[in-house]
């Protein structure tokens, strides 16, 4: 019997999953987590529609390659079924190796090993359940396949990862500031000397895009309130496993456990193939639990943190373009011991950090124009009036965590 299934998507309309490897993917175990692993963390906490998935996200991203493969093939650009199949499943597998709440928790459940090094991993494994069936997805997701511009459309500066997550995220949100027009850029896609290039008439959507993007990052993703509530939560996680390690009994479920008592690197789980199974069982709902329990734990620290996120009493956020002189976060460090935090664990509550923001980066990988005479040039260089150089021009900011009294 031949399988279909059929997403009404809000944001692209209907999705379909053809039988076959995509079909097998989408209803594993391990990506079938992604329902339970929102796209943006605590953002909801600010934009209470923020409450969409991963599961969401990766299967709109799917839906916007397998457009831009059908666009660039109708241009006589040779892609054959094989790899649009992968291409799809790279984009489809690319987000897998995400943990609980995202990009908040990216680096506290494990140390220095990015969700990308993690989405390989879980590739490569069912690679092997599926007799190989990956080796291309793979080699177009880390870009080892030599056709570039197909790892480019999984990840560059206009990947359909972006362009998905842009789009859906603004409408959840409702920061309309962050919509673009999907549907042109895609149309716009062409292909010159094995790089992905746009069409020269695609300038002001690309303007756009980008000005969409750097917008999204200070209204949405860095929003300082959002910024507060992650730390809150990554302390949290911190004082857990500060914790667990001096030998305290913590509620967890036996996954979060695990990676609570050991800080796993990237060669742990080379070393430990059976890691990632662990790491498959957790989700958002592991963590809130233990945090819900933990606002009653006997520790200050670990129940004043876990029954503020509890109730939404987020830590007192300032933000500004210097950093804080000492004498200030001294005051704050002051106040919050008067206010009874003790000394030993103020650093809990009061601390410091910056964020930064850059909309376009072309050292990573350039957005090209390519004019009716086959030349290209960077995004910034064919950008007039608008002059879209300042977005490729990091911008950072300071903030300062503290109690609110």
Do not use: C
């Given at each position: 019997m031949v399988r279909r299934?059929?997403?009404?998507?809000?944001?692209?309309?209907?999705?379909?999953?053809?039988?076959?490897?995509?079909?097998?993917?989408?209803?594993?175990?391990?990506?079938?987590?992604?329902?339970?692993?929102?796209?943006?963390?605590?953002?909801?906490?600010?934009?209470?529609?923020?409450?969409?998935?991963?599961?969401?996200?990766?299967?709109?991203?799917?839906?916007?390659?397998?457009?831009?493969?059908?666009?660039?093939?109708?241009?006589?650009?040779?892609?054959?079924?094989?790899?649009?199949?992968?291409?799809?499943?790279?984009?489809?597998?690319?987000d897998i190796g995400h943990g609980p709440f995202s990009h908040a928790l990216e680096h506290s459940i494990v140390s220095d090993v990015p969700h990308e090094a993690l989405?390989?991993?879980?590739?490569?494994?069912?690679?092997?359940?599926?007799?190989?069936?990956?080796?291309?997805?793979?080699?177009?997701?880390?870009?080892?396949?030599?056709?570039?511009?197909l790892h480019q459309l999984v990840s560059g500066q206009l990947d359909v990862d972006r362009l998905d997550y842009l789009k859906r995220d603004s409408y959840f949100t409702g920061v309309i500031e962050g919509s673009i027009g999907t549907d042109r850029i895609i149309k716009m896609l062409e292909v010159d000397g094995d790089e992905l290039v746009l069409e020269a008439k695609a300038l002001y959507s690309i303007e756009n895009f980008l000005v969409a993007r750097r917008l999204m990052y200070w209204q949405v993703y860095l929003h300082k309130t959002v910024l507060s509530a992650e730390y809150l939560l990554v302390n949290i996680l911190a004082r857990a496993r500060e914790l667990v390690t001096d030998g305290v009994d913590l509620f967890a479920t036996p996954s979060l456990q695990l990676f609570l008592k050991e800080n796993f690197t990237r060669e742990g789980f080379n070393q430990r193939p059976e890691l990632i199974e662990s790491f498959a069982l957790l989700d958002d709902f592991d963590i809130f639990s233990a945090i819900k329990v933990w606002s009653t734990h006997n520790d200050f620290v670990l129940r004043q943190l876990s029954g503020q996120l509890v109730n939404r009493r987020l830590f007192k956020i300032v933000m500004q373009e210097e950093p804080f002189c000492e004498a200030v976060v001294e005051k704050a460090r002051k106040e919050a011991v008067e206010n009874g935090i003790p000394v030993d664990v103020v650093k809990y509550f009061v601390f410091t950090g910056d964020v930064e923001n850059r909309a376009y980066d072309p050292s990573f990988s350039s957005i090209r124009l390519l004019d009716r005479n086959r030349v290209t040039r960077d995004v910034t260089e064919a950008s007039g009036r608008l002059g879209l150089q300042y977005l490729s021009e990091s911008t950072k900011k300071f903030f300062l965590c503290s109690m609110k009294l």
């Open positions: 299934k059929i997403f009404n998507d809000p944001v692209h309309g209907f999705i379909s999953i053809p039988d076959g490897l995509l079909f097998n993917l989408v209803e594993h175990p391990w990506f079938q987590r992604l329902r339970r692993i929102k796209q943006l963390g605590l953002t909801h906490l600010v934009y209470p529609g923020a409450l969409h998935t991963r599961f969401h996200h990766t299967l709109g991203a799917m839906h916007l390659m397998e457009e831009a493969i059908d666009v660039l093939k109708s241009k006589g650009h040779v892609i054959t079924p094989e790899e649009s199949e992968a291409a799809a499943a790279a984009i489809l597998l690319h989405s390989e991993v879980f590739m490569r494994r069912l690679n092997e359940q599926y007799y190989g069936t990956l080796d291309l997805a793979i080699a177009i997701f880390n870009g080892s396949y030599h056709k570039r511009f």
